[in-house]
């Protein structure tokens, strides 16, 4: 087994009727003002903006709002966040999305400190991040274990290259995981986040020398993806299947999937 260190800072709310506890958990951490990251308009349909923004409302936070976060994130969203988040003066950002809209949000926390976010990112002598705003994550989508990692993947579409970096600033303060809000997802979504969720894992498990308690550990989140993701293909409203799957997915890349194996993904 190799030598590691397993740290994850990030506060794990899950189960039914979670997301209205967004606001509190945001002021429990001291925030007054939030940049709302979010995707396509799905939230909107779901239910789920409603939710948070009422939770907002409750705890006399104030909120800003980026829409139109696409699936590879852009670097031109990023520094659009970022501007937004400089201008409005805000003291946090909330992700309210899947992976793509969480590692934007994370791109927009680090950013507003740094001269150029894009420096983060660089394969050679990247600049390391000291501070960034809080984060804090409704997920909608599970699949890239980012809700609870500190991972940031982001496209530079000049450069036409999609890079990533790791740090302990990227990591959220609070991730709110309620599975019910995952099931209108079109089951080709889901199946997709199965198989983003089982490559975290098979790229690890298949990398360096085996130690038997991640090994077993391993084996057990794939059994559990693939058996839960073919119950959702059937019924997308299975709760239990739902609700297993998300957590699976959460443990694929938190990091305790890859202690002492090494592998590409490996902290």
């Known amino acids: 087994m190799r030598n590691f260190v397993f740290h994850n800072p990030t506060k794990y ?25 979010a995707g396509g308009g799905s939230i909107k349909k779901n239910g789920v903006y409603d939710t948070v923004v009422d939770s907002l409302k409750k705890h006399d936070i104030q909120w800003v709002e980026l829409w139109g976060v696409r699936p590879n994130p852009v670097l031109s969203k990023v520094r659009e966040g970022i501007e937004i988040a400089k201008k409005e003066n805000v003291d946090g950002v909330l992700a309210v999305g899947g992976g793509s809209v ?9 950013g507003v400190f740094v001269d150029d976010v894009w420096k983060l990112y660089l394969r050679k002598n990247p600049l390391k991040p000291t501070k960034a705003l809080p984060i804090y994550v409704v997920l909608t989508l599970s699949a890239t274990g980012s809700e609870m990692n500190g991972t940031s993947v982001i496209t530079n579409e000049e450069q ?26 079109p089951q080709r979504q ?3 986040g199965g198989s983003d969720s089982l490559s975290h894992i098979i790229e690890s498990y298949i990398t360096g020398k085996p ?6 550990f391993d084996e057990g989140l794939m059994r559990s993806i693939i058996d839960n993701i073919d119950r959702l293909m059937i019924d997308p409203k299975d709760y239990e299947a739902r609700a297993s799957f998300a957590w699976a997915a959460t443990l694929a890349f938190n990091g305790l999937s890859l202690t002492g194996l090494g592998g590409d993904w490996a902290a």
Request: charged share 25%; hydrophobic share 40%.
């Open 13 to 37: 709310v899950f189960g039914k009727d979670t997301v209205k506890k967004i606001g509190e958990e945001i002021a429990s951490f001291g925030s007054k003002k939030v940049l709302l990251v």
């Open 102 to 110: 969480i590692d934007t949000a994370k791109a927009i926390a680090n």
């Open 160 to 185: 036409k290259v999609k890079w990533s970096y790791r740090s302990i600033t990227n990591y959220p303060k609070v991730s709110i995981v309620d599975p019910t809000v995952q099931f209108s997802l």
């Open 190 to 192: 889901t199946a997709n």
């Open 211 to 216: 130690t038997d308690t991640t090994v077993y």
